[in-house]
């Protein structure tokens, strides 16, 4: 697989009540246009992740919403996987210039939460999961939380392991100007945050947030560009948690990376950079063991000993801050995890630059695993 | 949205789930509730594994805090789940209670 990124760009993520859906797009489309030196009318089609628009905006047919908002009368869908919607739509839109049928599309990842009260978008959101988990009163925190637990019974993991996914995200982000939070956290004020679900806490969980994400790809010789997408790889699993095999790995993340790293030519030794689906602590380390950065159970070890930090380990994880510091508009991360790894490898990425990236890794998930899609970007 | 006839088409999956025994294989108290629970938070949601292998996620009710553990013995019993819509029918589900 080679599809080319000519370009790729993000808002701010955050509570941006000043600005609707429309407004998000447009700001996030004129930046990826101004980069790529494209005309609007040269994009051939329109692919937008995103999942709450309906639930909670009351809007269907987001597709054709967003085409005539950016004034391209082109094919133009709305893609939804949960909170894989992101990658899904960079997934579609990859196959559709491998296709031919298109040679330049646009990929939108967007979504709007913090106009609504927190009640109703945890209910929202539980539309990623099962009927079951629905009647239970679950909200994703707590099907998260049931995971952790069943990690921490089998493997030991600490509550301590876990709040130092957070502390290094939070650094992270504190060099991301786009990031929701800014602020370092420490260990310390993760520990002693109120408890969400159990054993969850606040700051073990990724906030409600607003954002855009673009991209551009074709599959285009001589484009100028040198970054490509060499695999992009989707797998599924059941909706929800009772009917997996193991509470305390994502089974559709472990198939989608190895279909990953075979169609790119690569393994997890060979990953630079890396963008991992840290919707909860517990994700990040379970996200390292699945895609096979490290073994089973040794995961927590490796993070809290700084083995996945900026200018300290490799591979480095989540240098935009991960969801969980850098914000988890949903239908948006998905898009930026991969604009994120564009611009590490595109040498752009700024006070959080990783030196000499060559290969980078995105991990999305929807639900609790019931979708994984797994991305490979190299240099050329 | 809460719909009778979705409640009725429902009510066929409890029979074969209720009253059978197995034990906890994990469990969290929620306390941030979605739309709709704040009344009821906090409460503990598990996952259990039933004798015949089926595994099954419910709220664990009429419990003490020393039977929040991975292991426990519970048995699957009929109680009501969420309060009644606007056409007013009461939906029913299973929730698990620890046996003595």
Redesign the interface.
């Known amino acids: 697989m080679k599809v080319t990124v000519l370009a790729g760009a993000t808002t701010k993520f955050g509570e941006l009540w000043d600005f609707s859906p429309r407004v998000l797009a447009q700001q996030v489309t004129a930046q990826v246009l101004k980069e790529s030196g494209l005309a609007k009318n040269k994009i051939e089609a329109v692919f937008v992740g995103n999942m709450l628009s309906s639930s909670l905006g009351n809007q269907d047919h987001l597709g054709a919403f967003f085409s005539e908002e950016l004034g391209m009368n082109v094919p133009a869908v709305k893609i939804e996987a949960a909170c894989a919607s992101g990658g899904m739509a960079v997934h579609l839109a990859a196959l559709s210039v491998i296709s031919g049928q298109y040679k330049k599309v646009l990929v939108l990842g967007i979504e709007k939460m913090t106009d609504y ?4 978008v ?2 929202a959101l ?1 539309g990623a999961s099962s ?3 629905r ?5 994703f ?2 099907l998260y ?3 952790a ?2 990690h921490m ?1 089998k493997y030991r993991t600490t509550e301590k392991e876990m709040a130092q996914v957070a502390v290094k995200n939070h650094y992270h982000a504190s060099l991301n100007s786009h990031a929701q939070y800014t602020v370092p956290l420490t260990l310390e004020a993760v520990l002693k945050s ?7 806490k606040i700051f073990d969980c990724s906030p409600i947030s607003d954002g855009a994400a673009a991209l551009i790809l074709s599959s285009e010789k001589n484009t100028g560009s040198d970054i490509y997408i060499a695999a992009s790889a989707p797998s599924t699993d059941t909706l ?4 997996r095999d193991d ?1 305390t790995s994502l089974k559709s993340a472990k198939i989608a990376s190895r279909l990953a790293f075979s169609q790119a030519g690569v393994g997890p030794a060979d990953i630079d950079v890396a963008e991992v689906h840290d919707c909860f602590t517990i994700a990040e380390i379970i996200a390292m063991e699945d895609i096979g950065f490290f073994e089973k159970g040794a995961a927590a070890r490796a993070i809290y000993e700084k083995k996945t930090w900026l200018n300290i380990g490799r591979p480095v994880v989540n240098t935009s801050g991960g969801l969980k510091a850098a914000g988890h508009p949903v239908g948006a991360t998905g898009v930026k995890q991969v604009v994120e790894i564009y611009k590490q490898l595109k040498g752009i990425a700024g006070k959080k630059q990783v030196k000499s990236s060559r290969i980078g890794l995105t991990h999305n998930v929807g639900g609790t695993g019931a979708t994984c899609v797994i991305h490979i970007l190299k240099k050329n | 949205m809460l719909s009778p006839v979705k409640i009725w088409r429902n009510q066929n999956k409890i029979k074969s789930i209720l009253n059978k025994k197995g034990e906890i294989i994990s469990y969290t108290r929620i306390h941030v509730p979605p739309a709709g629970f704040e009344s009821q938070a906090p409460y503990v949601v598990a996952v259990a594994q039933l004798d015949d292998g089926k595994r099954i996620i419910a709220q664990l009710v009429d419990f003490n805090e020393s039977d929040l553990m991975i292991g426990r013995k519970i048995i699957t019993v009929l109680r009501r789940t969420k309060d009644p819509g606007l056409e007013g029918i009461i939906p029913y589900g299973i929730k698990f209670k620890p046996v003595t």
């Open positions: 009260k927190p009640e109703m945890n209910s539980m009927d079951a988990e009647e239970t009163g679950a909200t925190a707590a939380a049931l995971i637990r069943a019974e109120s408890v969400v679900a159990s054993p969850l929800g948690i009772s009917q509470l």
